[in-house]
């Protein structure tokens, strides 16, 4: 079984890999984010459930006004979306220590999806 799952982990890790190497728009720290990464099922939903439980809290779901500006992301890039996150902003905080790259890519690529709400 062991041997099974380090064969499924080092293929997973090789397609992951794959995938931040196909050329899209790159960010200042060499995110690059492909269509096959921010229209995944998976990253959506993953990005979805940081949002829900980190940033609405600020940002307001909704039909509950929050704190935080309301986010217009058809006037965002990606790119920029990703570096407030992982930087901060004056009252945005930085997401850098509490997250890793692969789940700061998913809450910038749900924030930036059709099917994103506040
Ligand atoms: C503690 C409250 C708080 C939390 C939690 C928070 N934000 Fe923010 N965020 C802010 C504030 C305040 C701003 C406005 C900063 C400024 O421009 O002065 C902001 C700005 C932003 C911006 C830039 C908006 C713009 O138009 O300039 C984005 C994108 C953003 N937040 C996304 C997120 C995401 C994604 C999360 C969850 C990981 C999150 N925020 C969590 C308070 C928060």
């Known amino acids: 079984m062991s041997r099974r799952v380090t064969t499924l982990l080092i293929t997973l890790t090789i397609c992951f890999i794959g995938l931040f190497l196909v050329d899209h728009g790159a960010t200042a720290d060499g995110v690059v984010f492909t269509t096959e990464f921010t229209e995944n099922p998976k990253t959506l939903a993953a990005g979805k459930k ?3 439980k980190q940033c609405a809290k600020c940002h307001g779901q909704r039909a509950y006004p929050g704190k935080a500006p309301k986010l217009k992301p058809s ?6 979306v990703y570096r407030r996150i992982t ?5 945005m905080p930085s997401w850098k220590r509490k997250y890793g790259k692969l789940e700061r890519m998913s809450v ?3 924030v930036m999806s059709p ?4």
């Open 115 to 118: 099917n994103f709400v506040q």
């Open 87 to 91: 930087k901060g902003f004056r009252g």
């Open 108 to 110: 910038t690529a749900y």
């Open 75 to 80: 006037k965002y890039k990606i790119e920029f």
């Open 50 to 52: 940081i949002w829900v």
